[in-house]
Nanobody, 122 residues
Framework: QVQLVESGGGLVQAGGSLTLSCTAS??????????MGWYRQASGNQLELVAS???????TYTDSVKGRFAISRVNAKNTIYLQMNSLRTEDTAVYYC??????????????WGQGTQVTVSS
């Protein structure tokens, strides 16, 4: 079972910054990691993609965070980071790390982290 360990959440004032990190641990042999990313879910809202990054470094962001958040990846460490700047109260949510990978060339799979709370105060 793939384990995702997240860190970096917390309480910050509006306009401040936080950096989230997520490391994937694979207990056995796997074929490849495709994408890693961050999703978030605010109270009463649906889960939404915040940002994702492919193994080649291509990134995707939801419109509301473009220009404020930056996702990066260290492939050798199976780790991604989410630098969040100019935080707004509407960024308050539980942030979940996600990894899409292949166990074998024919066996795609996905794993989720346990979530880390980000609270932005006004």
């Amino acid at each position: 079972q793939v384990q995702l360990v997240e860190s970096g959440g917390g309480l910050v004032q509006a306009g401040g910054s936080l950096t989230l990190s997520c490391t994937a641990s694979f207990p056995g042999i796997f074929f490849s990691i495709e994408t890693m990313g961050w999703y978030r879910q605010a109270s009463g809202n649906q889960l939404e993609l915040v940002a994702s990054i492919t193994i080649g470094g291509s990134t995707t962001y939801t419109d509301s965070v473009k220009g404020r958040f930056a996702i990066s990846r260290v492939n050798a460490k199976n780790t991604i980071y989410l630098q969040m700047n100019s935080l707004r109260t509407e960024d308050t949510a539980v942030y979940y790390c996600n990894v899409n990978y292949y166990r074998t060339p024919d066996h795609p799979d996905v794993s989720w982290g346990q979530g880390t709370q980000v609270t932005v105060s006004s």
